[in-house]
């Protein structure tokens, strides 16, 4: 697969926030890989109470990169929304996506209804009866069913028998709230699958994987939040990424099947990764999906680690999602300048 690359200039709109540091680098990197492209591209930084004159940046295509204070994706969600209103060209984003990104819960029952493996799941809700939750085979993983980047999850998620699944329920309500996520856990391999594509032309980049190693031998083989973020902890250091991942040619094509058929199902656009986790018949499971993941320049993000596998530069890899961006809303790569247009019948104020 080669990348696709836009032979006229663009410009394009990073709306990003402050409160992660590493949401700033990644803006700063797409930043530069665009303009290395030869690309306008402006920033802009994104709060609750400048997101109208955020939706008024000029930009053939919007990066709508905004990380809320506490994850919960609603400001990216609303700003997201409104720009599509405004029928902006903005990467990855469908309203359509939103149920999908605010809870794990209604993605796994997109899943389901359309036939597609996940594990075996139930909610449990704040006033529900958890000592008598029944139904499911232990061990299971309990989650909190709104966060994301692991948020919630550690080595205590996965239980064993009823009373630490209700302890770990009790435990998330307290400190998450919402609703709490209880699926059959999968101690097979683990892949982080990046899909880009629209309609017809649905593409799987090489898979990573988590290679659980070192104390992860006394230990559940769980991508918590401190294996993702926290590097001082053994868990990031004992769960590093594996990519390109080389599997039996069978087991590989029904992973690209289910990622391919579940991106269509979702409704996902230009760019998505699926987690998906194998039984111990390397059956292939959709554990969780990011509408929204991390593309920055990193050992620790699996889209740009897929893509690097590729032999793509980082640079090809950015403009490649901005070109799918724009020829899915536009319906054709770029052959002459829209932004005087847009800017005529937009005031920057």
């Given at each position: 697969?080669?990348?696709?690359?836009?032979?006229?200039?663009?410009?394009?709109?990073?709306?990003?926030?402050?409160?992660?540091?590493?949401?700033?680098?990644?803006?700063?990197?797409?930043?530069?890989?665009?303009?290395?492209?030869?690309?306008?591209?402006?920033?802009?930084?994104?709060?609750?109470h400048n997101w109208k004159k955020a939706l008024r940046v000029p930009g053939d295509v919007v990066i709508n990169w905004i990380e809320d204070e506490n994850t919960n994706w609603r400001l990216w969600a609303k700003v997201g929304r409104h720009l599509e209103l405004l029928h902006r060209a903005q990467l990855?984003?469908?309203?359509?996506?939103?149920?999908?990104?605010?809870?794990?819960?209604?993605?796994?029952?997109?899943?389901?209804?359309?036939?597609?493996?996940?594990?075996?799941?139930?909610?449990?809700?704040?006033?529900?009866?958890?000592?008598?939750?029944?139904?499911?085979?232990?061990?299971?993983?309990?989650?909190?069913?709104?966060?994301?980047?692991?948020?919630?999850?550690?080595?205590?998620?996965?239980?064993?028998?009823?009373?630490?699944?209700?302890?770990?329920?009790?435990?998330?309500?307290?400190?998450?709230?919402?609703?709490?996520?209880?699926?059959?856990?999968?101690?097979?391999?683990?892949?982080?699958?990046?899909?880009?594509?629209?309609?017809?032309?649905?593409?799987?980049?090489?898979?990573?994987?988590?290679?659980?190693?070192?104390?992860?031998?006394?230990?559940?083989?769980?991508?918590?939040?401190?294996?993702?973020?926290?590097?001082?902890?053994?868990?990031?250091?004992?769960?590093?990424?594996?990519?390109?991942?080389?599997?039996?040619?069978?087991?590989?094509?029904?992973?690209?099947?289910?990622?391919?058929?579940?991106?269509?199902?979702?409704?996902?656009?230009?760019?998505?990764?699926?987690?998906?986790?194998?039984?111990?018949?390397?059956?292939?499971?959709?554990?969780?999906?990011?509408?929204?993941?991390?593309?920055?320049?990193d050992e620790e993000s699996e889209c740009w680690r897929s893509a690097k596998a590729l032999d793509w530069s980082y640079p090809e890899f950015i403009e490649t999602l901005v070109a799918i961006t724009y020829k899915r809303h536009f319906k054709r790569l770029p052959d002459r300048l829209r932004e005087r247009?847009?800017?005529?019948?937009?005031?920057?104020?």
């Open positions: 697969m080669t990348p696709l690359s836009i032979d006229y200039p663009i410009s394009v709109a990073i709306l990003y926030t402050t409160y992660d540091p590493d949401t700033v680098e990644v803006a700063m990197q797409m930043n530069e890989a665009l303009t290395s492209c030869g690309h306008k591209v402006r920033m802009f930084e994104t709060t609750a990855g984003f469908s309203s359509r996506l939103i149920p999908y990104s605010l809870s794990k819960i209604k993605t796994k029952r997109k899943l389901r209804l359309s036939g597609l493996a996940t594990p075996p799941f139930r909610v449990i809700r704040k006033h529900g009866n958890i000592a008598n939750f029944r139904g499911l085979n232990f061990p299971l993983i309990v989650k909190p069913a709104g966060e994301h980047a692991s948020a919630g999850i550690s080595q205590d998620s996965v239980v064993i028998d009823h009373k630490e699944m209700a302890d770990q329920a009790k435990y998330l309500f307290k400190y998450y709230g919402g609703e709490v996520l209880v699926e059959e856990y999968l101690d097979g391999l683990e892949l982080h699958v990046t899909v880009i594509g629209n309609k017809r032309h649905i593409i799987p980049f090489p898979f990573a994987q988590v290679n659980y190693k070192g104390e992860f031998k006394d230990n559940w083989n769980v991508y918590s939040h401190n294996a993702k973020w926290n590097n001082s902890s053994w868990e990031y250091w004992d769960a590093p990424l594996l990519c390109p991942v080389v599997l039996p040619k069978k087991i590989m094509a029904s992973i690209d099947d289910l990622v391919k058929s579940a991106y269509k199902a979702l409704g996902c656009v230009d760019v998505v990764r699926f987690d998906v986790r194998l039984d111990n018949k390397y059956n292939p499971y959709i554990i969780d999906m990011n509408v929204n993941p991390h593309i920055g320049k247009q847009f800017m005529l019948a937009t005031a920057i104020r």
